[in-house]
């Protein structure tokens, strides 16, 4: 029988000619991550040599990647408490793969693995983070795990009774019509799926749109995956995998390129037509709860947030650029921008993107996972409405369970910046442009 592309990795990995689903293996980590919870980790790791007379060292150091991003800077003296506990650890145990709060290498987790070459096609990555589902986009069975399993990891080199996941076939056919992209695909597979409709399973994608699409779009697309409830979102590797590693990401290593077989059974076929597909919507409280974009627009605005892990990419900041550039930010929303890296931020001010996001009055942030948490930056107030680009929008995600959070692509955060209402990026948007030295400071 054939084997789904997570059946031949895992398969792959654990020296098996076959695995079936359901089937529970012990497969090798290729790359083991955290952020700052990485503080809890190493309590546990070091509670499992306590009595053994055994020094506390890692399984392998260079597979280990620990990344501050999610309270940069430290906004108070406990996280720059855990911060330094880290950074202590990581000079003892030889950690290489360590970004600390740097302008020149530092950002979200989900975005430095990718663009520093540490994901591979073919791997097991896992990651104390439930978005870690963005690197299965580069063809790696990538998932979140707790603190206690990390500590696991740390110290054998594998994760402990992995169940061989069945798998969602998701076939996206046609060409994305102007003003609509990878986050309205996934926002609308998620409002079909529900919350809780791929419990348990990976969903992977094929199809026309996605061998057209660029990196940047597939892990947008596996970064969400989870809110299906998805262990995983799979992109079999393919040409443009294989570009983006070298081109972009400077890995000069052999590239394990395979897929599904043929015959594959899938538990479900899922088709979408992209051609047919509108600016999607995920409104309060469940990133499920998703609408086009019609039956809510004029809803009034008054924070948007562009950046995260799932779109604070050159491509998105770009579209948000070209819809912005010459016009306002409208008085009385907010407009609140941090890129998924410092390479991105740094070519983005290359491009002219940043200066023109600030000039229609956007607040250009440090990258780190800050507004779309709202722990430090981007808080609400009772009563008021964000629209983001971010994935969640659970009751609390930014900061303050009285409001309110709804997800959008880039476009539809930009066009709306401009109304200071939900606003179809597809229509023609009059308002008054900025003149030439009329830029106030």
Known sequence: MGMTYVQKLLAKVCGRAQVAVGDVLEPEVRLAMSHENGALVINQFLEIFQ???????????????????????????????????????????????????????????????????????????????????????????????????????????????????????VTAAGKFPKHVYPKDLILHLIGGLSAEGANYKVLEFHGDAIRRMPTSGRLALCNMSVEAGATSGLVPPDAETRRYLREEAGVKDTLDIFGPDPDAVYDQVIEIDVSKLEPQIACPHTVDNVKPIGEVAGKKLHQIVIGSCTNGRLDDLEIAAKILKGRRVADGTRMLVFPASWRIYHKAMDLGVIQALSRAGAVVCNPGCGPCLGVHQGALADNEVALATTNRNFKGRMGNPKAEVYLCSPATAAASAITGVITDPRRNIKTKRLKKGELKI
């Open 51 to 169: 009595g053994t007379g055994r020094q506390a060292t890692v399984w392998d150091p260079d597979r280990i990647a620990i990344i501050f991003d999610h309270r940069i800077p430290a906004e108070s003296s406990k996280t720059a408490g855990n911060q330094k506990k880290i950074r202590e650890f990581v000079g003892r145990q030889g950690i290489k793969k360590f970004h600390d709060i740097r302008g020149d290498t530092g950002g979200i987790c989900h975005q430095l693995l990718p663009e520093n070459g540490y994901v591979r096609p073919g791997g097991v990555v896992v990651g104390t983070d439930s978005h870690t589902t963005t690197h299965g986009a580069l063809g790696a069975f990538s998932f979140g795990i707790g603190a206690t399993e990390m500590a696991s990891v740390w110290a054998l080199g594998r994760i402990l009774n992995v169940e061989v996941p069945a798998a969602i076939k």
